[in-house]
């Protein structure tokens, strides 16, 4: 059976599953664990991505230094750049062992394992200095490579760095800590915790269970930057989407029960809009995160918040946490509509909460007038 759903049904599968409905879920832990995992970016021109996703969700009910509790309990780890429950990790151990993957390997994978292979002596000396001395950060790690990291980007002449990389995606070593945003690194097995080893098939059909179930509506295959996938296989079940081309797969869960939407401010890196392609076919969403465009060519601001209201995306916040002077700066409101007394006053009950998170003052554009004038 093939499920026929509007574009708002599907909205708002997408948005219950992401857990930005009235009903607030109250447990960080809880969050991550049905997330499946949030993106460790450190970019603080509002707050940091984890802070925000968590906010986005738990309101005033979120700190920061409960984030920092689940990390230094182990009950949250950092893998391959995003946090995850300690437990899933069990779900990547079949993966680390194939490393550089299953075959057929592409020309790039043959590339990675034959720059390990050749300066084994290098991984070797790695994992002794850890045994030993860690966890301690690249910086402290000494560059013993006889072949060194070659690339067109920052990556170039890395070669400790890429090396933990590459590294942490066979299961050798994994992110300890951060000191002062640098990561430290330590043998994998002092920080993910004991269990088996789930096979690779079974492994890889959880992955696209749970991401299913984070995401509400996917696509079975798309094409997609390196990192956490956003394709989910065999999961759910198959649907279409009206007006909207292509088949999809589905969580039936997401489709119970009734809908109570509220106003959300998302970070540019959060889950309901990273996959710019999915926003726009189900949102009807137009953005960019323009921190990489010269500040002329912006249309929104350096890192806007996409704002959620309801089931639908209908603005942008441009904002920015003015440290030296305590104060959430918001420069503009970018609404894509006329927005209603209900849409203005949600924006600035979560500006205001968002400015207690980060303990700092609110400071609205001028002619900003309130649901309430």
């Known amino acids: 059976m093939v499920l026929e759903l509007s574009r708002r049904d599907a909205r708002r599968a997408a948005v219950r599953a992401q857990l930005l409905i009235r009903d607030r879920p109250v447990d960080a832990l809880a969050v991550v664990r049905h997330l499946g995992l949030v993106q460790m970016d450190l970019t603080a021109h509002v707050a940091p991505n984890a802070d925000l996703v968590l906010w986005s969700r738990l309101g005033s009910a979120y700190s920061p230094d409960v984030l920092d509790d689940l990390l230094e309990s182990r009950a949250i780890v950092e893998h391959l750049g995003y946090l995850r429950p300690a437990e899933d990790i069990a779900l990547f151990r079949a993966q680390m062992a194939a490393w550089p993957g299953v075959e057929p390997l592409s020309a790039w994978r043959r590339e990675l394992e034959a720059w390990v292979e050749a300066n084994r002596a290098c991984r070797d000396a790695i994992l002794t200095l850890l045994r030993s001395e860690g966890p301690l950060p690249a910086r402290e790690i000494p560059d013993t490579c006889v072949v060194p990291w070659r690339s067109s980007g920052w990556t170039n002449s890395k070669n400790v760095q890429r090396m933990l990389d590459l ?11 951060r000191e002062n945003r640098e990561r430290t690194w330590d043998l994998a097995p002092r920080v993910h915790p004991d269990g088996p080893t789930v096979p690779f098939e079974e492994a890889e059909r959880e992955r696209d269970r749970r991401r299913l179930a984070a995401l509400g509506i996917a696509r079975a295959r798309v094409t997609f930057p390196p990192g956490e996938p956003n394709h989910v296989g065999e999961a759910g079940v198959e649907a279409v989407v009206e007006g909207v081309r ?17 106003t959300a401010l998302l970070s540019p890196l959060d ?30 601001g350096y890192f806007a918040l996409p704002v959620l209201h309801g089931d639908r995306l209908v603005g942008k916040v441009d904002a920015h946490r003015d440290a030296g002077a305590g104060v959430l700066r918001v420069a503009a409101v970018h609404w894509d509509e006329e927005p209603t007394g209900a849409m203005r ?18 400071m609205l554009p001028s002619g900003w007038s309130s649901a309430d004038d």
């Open 167 to 177: 590294m942490e995606q066979r299961g050798e070593v994994a992110v300890s800590s």
């Open 246 to 262: 292509g088949r999809w797969r589905v969580d039936p869960a997401a489709l119970e029960g009734g809908f109570s939407g509220r």
């Open 271 to 300: 889950r309901l809009v990273f996959d710019r392609k999915r926003m726009a076919e189900l949102f009807e969403f137009d953005y960019q995160l323009e921190m990489y465009k010269p500040a002329a060519s912006r249309r929104w």
């Open 345 to 362: 006053g949600g924006v600035e009950r979560e500006l205001r909460s968002l400015a207690g998170l980060l303990e700092v003052e609110l």
